[in-house]
Structures are given as C-alpha cells and as structure tokens.
C-alpha cells in the first residue's frame, strides 16, 4: 500500500494514466539547462549562416541560397521542434492538448521533409558543378534556384498537412492518456508516405554523390596532367578542386542528416520494436542535426568565418 500511494500518474483517478517519472531536482534543471543551451546555440549559428548569406551579396550564389534554405529549415528546429520536444521527453504528462500534439509532430516531420528537400537540390547542384563544370552557370541559375527553393517549400507544406490530416493517427491512446506520439501499426499510407518521403530522396541523394565521387577522383587524377598547361587551363583546374571541395563539405552535411534523423524515424514508424531508453536516445539525434551544420560550414568555408567576424563585431558595412 505504502508503494502504491509514492505511485504518481498524471491522472490519479484514471488507471491507463502514465505514471510520472520524479527525477531530482539537480538532475532536473541540468536537463533543462543542457537542451536550452543547445535550443540557443542552434538558433544563434543558423542565425548567423543566414545574416551572412542575406547581407552580403558576394555570397549571393546558387549553392549558398541552398544553404540559407536548410539554415532557414535548421532555424525552425532550434526554435520550435527542440524546445516542444525538450518538454516532451522531459514531462511524462503532456500537458498542451491533442492541438498542439498535432502541430509538434506536423512540424517535425516538415522539417525533416524540408532538410531532405534542400539536400536533394544541393545534390543536384553538386552534381552538375562537378561532372558538368562548363555548362553549370548556363543550367544553375540564382532565378532557377529561386525557384526550385519555392516549390520544394510549397510541397512540402501542402504534403505534410495532407499526410497529418489523412495517414497520420495522432489520438489519445488507451495504454496512456497524456502522451504525445502517433498510435502504433503500420498502414499502407504510412509504407507509401515513407518511401516517397526518405527512400526516393535518399536514393537520389546516394546515387548523385556515388557519381560525384567517381567524376572527381578522375578530375583529381587528371590534375597532375594538367600543371604545365595554360593559365587558363589552370584556372579551369582550381575551379574544378573547388567545386569537389565543396562537394565534400556537402557531403559531409547529408551524411550528418543520414546519422542523426533516419534512426529517429524509424523509431516513429517501429516504435514498439525499440527500448523506450534507447528512443529516449535515439530522439536526442535530430536535435544535434541542425546545430552540426552551422558547425561544418565554420570549419570548412573561410567565408563563413569572416562573415561572423563582420556580424558579431557589427561592421555589416564594411566590404
């Protein structure tokens, strides 16, 4: 009996009611201090991914409007999915209604759909700038771009409120009367929205770089050949490296996306399948996403570097 009553559920009088899960007080507020940190940090660098590339217009180019795009997607991640997902991993109750459940899990998976969308264009602009260099500014415009950036958004949108409204199950359980989740079993709509929503642009994105790899290990190969040519020909060779640069940073971005937001949609899909501390886990990765790319941009493009100098010492003025 005396257990029983130290027993706390978010409804006492309800027996399917979670049971609430007490954690000290100093374990508590570090939680919460920790995931804030990292709301803030995320906020702050995408922020500043998308001040540099606005403001300046030296940086105005194709493959860096795609980079303002998914900084725009990562921007919405610190503000909104990191802190609404902080509290629901955090509180055992969830307390904001089955509303706003709905409009956390909308914007969620529109993030994901928004991240794997710019990832999918930016393969394609990558793929065009290395294995078809002369003709990438006549094909990849900024107006082009623009455009491509517009409908991927709009899609995107429009496909995640459709699939929330008419495949998604989001309802009070009976097992449990608080929690926040989509109701488990597979469907044919789930199959359906899975495949064309991270198989397809996964397999494209894979196929795309397979193909990038090869064309600029050739190129590379191809550059010793070349040192004794002209000057223009050089120039065509150090335009050529910096494009697989690129390509590589790039890559190196699709491949955190792939680390951190597949394992935490499986876990969406086939949550009865996983341990409830390893989807605790596992729930953590997209939270890291869209703070690590901000990081790679840093670390690989002077640009960035010299942009946040300008931005945080306020001479946005200065060339």
């Known amino acids: 009996m005396e257990e029983n009553k130290d027993v706390q559920y978010c409804f006492q009088d309800r027996n399917s009611s979670c049971r609430k899960a ?41 493959t860096n409007l795609l980079i303002l795009s998914l900084a725009v997607a990562d921007l919405l991640v610190g503000l909104i999915v990191i802190p609404v997902t902080t509290v629901a991993l955090m509180e055992p109750c969830w307390g904001f209604g089955e509303y706003f459940c709905v409009f956390h899990i909308y914007i969620t998976f529109l993030c994901t759909s928004l991240s794997l969308g710019n990832l999918v264009l930016i393969s394609i602009d990558r793929y065009v700038a290395v294995c078809d260099p002369l003709l990438y500014h006549s094909k990849i415009t900024i107006t082009r771009i623009m455009c491509c950036i517009s409908i991927t958004w709009c899609c995107c949108i429009i496909y995640r409120a459709a699939i929330i409204k008419n495949v998604v199950n989001v309802q009070v359980p009976s ?46 190969r191809n550059v010793f050949s070349k040192e004794a040519a002209s000057v223009s020909g050089l120039k065509t060779v150090r335009a050529n490296k910096s494009e697989r640069k690129a390509a590589k940073t790039l890559s190196i971005v699709v491949f955190n996306y792939f680390i951190c937001w597949i394992p935490f949609l499986f876990v969406f899909f086939f949550s009865y399948l996983v341990d409830n501390v390893l989807s605790v886990i596992i729930g953590f990765l997209p939270l890291v996403n869209s703070l690590i790319n901000p990081i790679i941009y840093a670390f690989f493009y002077p640009w960035f570097k010299v942009t946040a100098k300008h931005i945080l010492t306020l001479n946005l003025r200065r060339s």
Request: some cysteine; aromatic content about 12%; glycine content about 2%.
């Open 22 to 62: 007490l954690l000290s007080t100093s374990i508590y507020i570090t939680l919460y201090i920790f995931f804030s940190l990292i709301s803030a940090v995320t906020v702050f660098l995408n922020v500043l991914v998308i001040i540099s590339i606005s403001h300046f217009k030296q940086l105005h180019t194709p």
């Open 175 to 220: 097992r449990c009367l608080t929690e926040c989740f989509i109701v488990e079993g597979i469907t044919w709509g789930n199959i359906i929205d899975l495949v064309v929503t991270m198989v397809v642009p996964c397999s494209v994105i894979t196929t795309l770089y397979m193909k990038i790899y090869v064309v600029a290990r050739s190129q590379a």
